[in-house]
């Protein structure tokens, strides 16, 4: 039975579900998971006397306007990453995510309405996680991030499509930001003068790992670029990361943005979202749980410039989230999904918060990633 609540009814589910390859009779379809781009749902089948749940997703077209190409990534990345899993005797239908055909052919439909689906299998006996509830849990985290990167350092970077150009290029991001702060079509700036005058005193900061890459100071890699926690599935029985999820965002990028990215979602003592700035702290228990994963995990042949931008980039991609969180609210909350009013307002000041709080503990971030990285 589809659920009579939600988005669900907003398209024609059972005629979409249809045209996968599914096995069984369909028992239900619900909204499923915390992502802020796609729909997500969860699709049960019977199948003789189990249960077999799937991943269906109406991938965001406005924000992934070429969602061919976004597919052919995913499914090269998948196959690639598959192989390799198999190679070192993991079992590639848990450890990476794999795509469901359709009856026709093909790994994605467009319906009637012009909106682009596609399923994966779903990953049993394994939970998301939204916030850290020890620190050995982002340890694993920044394992799953790390290994990630290892396990495609030899993938030919020339088959990647740039899904979303400059995704993480924050001086360009900082432009965004100018113009809506100009344009201010929502009537908002005026409430959010502190948030804006953070973000301006730290202009000559943004182009820090810009300049380091056009200096040639840091390698390109092939990286995640959306590493926050809820894009990891921990095993329910080992407590380990047994898959990174979300790759839409796979794509040229550098070591630091998968690494800054994670700090900023999980090395925190609140939520992404906390209205109470109060509950609100960078924790160095937690960067240091995750840059000893990290570093263990990713290769320690690293230049000493490249191990520095890692540090960058925790406080540069927190600053660069809060800013986007900043942007979309001045534009009238038209990128992320939000659910109550100034919701990205309340993001974009964990962010800011956070980025205060780094500034004010550099030296011991860095300290503790000599201690991984020396090891
Ligand atoms: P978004 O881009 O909107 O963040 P995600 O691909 O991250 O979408 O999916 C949203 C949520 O759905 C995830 O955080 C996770 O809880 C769940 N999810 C996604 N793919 C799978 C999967 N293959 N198996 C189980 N859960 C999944
Ligand atoms: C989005 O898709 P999701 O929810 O995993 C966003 C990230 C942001 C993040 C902030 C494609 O990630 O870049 O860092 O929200 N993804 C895209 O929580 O813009
Ligand atoms: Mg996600």
Not at 217 to 239: A, S, W
Request: charged fraction near 25%; glycine fraction near 6%; charge should be negative.
């Amino acid at each position: 039975m589809i659920e009579r609540n939600g988005i669900a009814l907003k398209h024609n589910m059972q005629r979409i579900i249809s045209e996968f390859d599914f096995q069984g009779e369909m028992i239900s379809c619900r909204p499923y998971g915390n992502g802020h781009i796609n729909d997500t749902y969860i699709v049960q089948f019977q199948v003789g006397n189990n249960i077999v749940p799937y991943i269906l997703q109406r991938i965001n077209h406005h924000i992934f306007q070429n969602v061919d190409m976004l597919m052919e990534n995913i499914s090269n990345v998948t196959a690639y990453l598959k192989t390799k899993i198999t190679e070192q005797g993991g079992n590639p239908l848990r450890e990476t995510l794999n795509l469901i055909s359709l009856k026709k052919g093909g790994d994605y439909l467009v319906d009637e309405d012009g909106n682009y689906w596609r399923s994966y299998l779903f990953i049993t006996d394994a939970i998301c996680r939204e916030r850290i509830n020890q620190p050995e849990d982002f340890y694993h985290c920044g394992v799953a991030f790390g290994s990630f990167q290892n396990l495609l350092s030899d993938f030919p970077v020339s088959l990647l499509h740039e899904i979303i150009p400059n995704f993480h290029n924050t001086p360009s991001r900082y432009l965004d930001f100018e113009q809506a702060v100009q344009q201010d079509v929502m009537g908002r700036a005026k409430k959010v003068k502190d948030e804006i005058r953070f973000i301006r005193a730290r202009e000559s900061s943004m182009s820090a790992l810009t300049g380091m890459l056009e200096r040639g100071e840091i390698p390109q890699r092939v990286t995640h670029n959306d590493t926050k926690l809820n894009n990891c599935m921990f095993d329910i029985y080992t407590g380990k990361i047994i898959c990174v999820i979300d790759l839409d965002t796979v794509m040229p990028g550098i070591r630091a943005y998968d690494f800054g990215d994670s700090i900023r979602f999980g090395a925190t003592t609140g939520a992404e979202d906390e209205p109470d700035l109060k509950k609100v702290s960078f924790s160095m228990p937690l960067f240091e749980s995750y840059t000893k994963g990290f570093l263990k995990a990713c290769g320690l042949e690293m230049k000493k410039s490249e191990v520095d931008s890692l540090v960058i980039g925790a406080r540069l991609m927190t600053l660069e989230c809060g800013m986007r969180f900043l942007t979309d609210y001045l534009q009238g909350d038209v990128y992320f999904k939000t659910s109550r009013k100034d919701h990205n307002l309340d993001r974009c000041r964990t962010q800011l918060k956070l980025v205060s709080d780094m500034e004010n503990q550099i030296s011991g971030m860095y300290r503790i990633l000599y201690r991984y990285y020396s090891v």
